[in-house]
C-alpha cells in the first residue's frame, strides 16, 4: 500500500487516497498505472515507453509528463515498483 500525495492523478485518485501495489508486476504494460522510483522519489502514474526513454503521465492535464532516460542500467535511476491493482479512499 501506498499513499498518494498531491493533485497529479485527480479526478481519478485523490490526495491521500490509498494505493495498493502488486510489487509482482514490475514489467510496464502501456497505459496501466504504476508505482515507479526515480531515484530517492516514488511516482505513481502511467507508463508509456518511446525509444530511448519511459514516459510518466499524470490524470490531470495541468501535469506535465515526465521523461525519464532509460538507456543503460535501469537499475541505477529507475525502477518499477509494482503496477497499482486497487484504490481506496476514507469518507467523511
Known amino acids: 500500500m501506498m499513499r498518494v500525495t ?5 479526478p481519478d485518485i ?3 487516497d490509498a494505493v495498493l ?3 509482482s508486476q514490475r514489467v510496464p504494460h ?3 498505472l504504476y508505482a515507479v522510483g526515480v ?6 502514474k502511467s507508463v508509456n515507453a518511446e525509444p530511448g526513454k519511459l514516459v ?3 490524470y490531470n492535464p495541468d501535469y506535465p509528463p ?4 532509460a538507456r543503460g542500467d535501469l537499475s541505477n535511476g529507475i525502477r518499477i515498483i509494482g503496477r ?8 467523511n
Open 30 to 32: 502501456p497505459g496501466l
Open 21 to 23: 501495489i502488486d510489487q
Open 39 to 44: 531515484e530517492d522519489l516514488v511516482y505513481l
Open 56 to 58: 510518466l503521465s499524470s
Open 6 to 10: 498531491g493533485e497529479s492523478m485527480e
Open 14 to 16: 485523490k490526495h491521500n
Open 66 to 69: 515526465i521523461e525519464v532516460g
Open 84 to 91: 497499482a491493482v486497487w484504490v481506496g479512499r476514507e469518507l
